[in-house]
């Protein structure tokens, strides 16, 4: 008792005393506490672990999308009869294009103009449904709620390559309306990917702050005058750790000189009207 007393021995030890057990911390706080740590100290919150035959990068990026998949799990979204995606799209095609659309349950898709004008889905099947690539299947919304959300039975859904399968998991947290369930196994699936690197902590192109990894993949061949060569593009995913949606994603074919592919998604989330 003497030895405890002796430990306690100072101001305010009382006060700390009387407060009793203090629950933990929310996961977001935890994850945004890590990543701020991350970027200022060089990932000292996610250490870099050895994991023999993954590259030694990918365990500080494991342990930060395991991270996000606790915080996907801790979130809850309002129930709504729309889901609304706003998004800055820029590439060598199209140049910079922003759009806004809505679906339903069912998957049917308004869009909106700049000047508020509504373009509704047309009448009957002959309508385009919000589908998702999942293997070999595109999935609608509805089809979406039926996912397990148990790790290993959605994983067995994806393509055994781990390219292919982080690039369909990844376009599903991008702009789906996934169950914080599904989220958080979606996030877990990542984690367990092989090759992803924790770039730490970063701005998106609106200046917003949040945590980007990147994975380096093979993304198909020239067709151009070196026709047949591989080439292959580093992905960068910008995650917002307090939330755990994804603020930017950034496709960038490494050795050339084409300008990187950017999708910036601006807002995310239920809504109770289209406009």
């Known amino acids: 008792m003497s030895e405890r007393g002796d430990l306690l021995d100072f101001p305010g030890a009382d006060e700390l005393i009387a407060a009793g057990?203090?629950?933990p911390p929310a996961p977001a706080v935890v994850a945004a506490a890590r990543a701020a740590v991350a970027g200022a100290a060089g990932a000292v919150a996610y250490p870099v672990l050895?994991?023999?035959?993954?590259?030694?990068a990918s365990?500080?990026?494991?342990?930060?999308?395991?991270?996000?998949?606790?915080?996907?799990?801790?979130?809850?979204?309002a129930d709504a009869p729309y889901w609304k995606v706003r998004m800055e799209t820029?590439?060598?095609?199209?140049?910079r294009m922003?759009?806004?659309?809505?679906?339903?349950?069912a998957g049917r898709i308004w869009s909106v103009d700049a000047d508020g004008t509504v373009h509704e889905p047309p009448a009957g099947k002959a309508g385009k449904l919000k589908k998702w690539p999942v293997g070999k299947k595109w999935l609608t919304r509805p089809a979406l709620d039926k996912l397990p959300t148990e790790q290993k039975a959605l994983t067995a859904l994806f393509p055994k390559a781990d390219d292919s399968r982080f690039e369909q998991v990844a376009i599903l947290l991008e702009d789906s309306p996934a169950s914080?369930?599904?989220?958080?196994?979606?996030?877990?699936?990542?984690a367990d990917t092989p090759g992803v690197k924790l770039?730490?902590?970063v701005q998106d192109s609106k200046g917003r702050p949040g945590v980007a990894v990147e994975v380096t993949r093979k993304a198909g061949f020239s067709t151009g005058p070196e026709k047949g060569v591989t080439y292959w593009t580093t992905d960068r995913y910008t995650v917002a750790?307090?939330?755990?949606?994804?603020?930017e994603t950034i496709h960038k074919i490494r050795g050339q000189d084409i300008p990187a592919d950017r999708y910036t998604w601006l807002e995310l989330g239920p809504a109770d009207r289209v406009g």
Do not use: C, K, W, Y
């Open 199 to 201: 770039v730490g902590d």
């Open 50 to 56: 050895d994991l023999g035959d993954r590259p030694a």
């Open 241 to 247: 750790p307090d939330t755990g949606l994804l603020l």
């Open 90 to 95: 820029v590439n060598q095609d199209d140049g």
């Open 59 to 77: 365990a500080s990026a494991a342990q930060f999308l395991n991270d996000m998949a606790d915080v996907a799990a801790d979130s809850r979204t």
């Open 98 to 105: 922003a759009t806004t659309t809505f679906f339903d349950r």
């Open 180 to 190: 914080p369930e599904l989220r958080a196994a979606l996030f877990r699936i990542l």
């Open 21 to 23: 057990h203090v629950a």
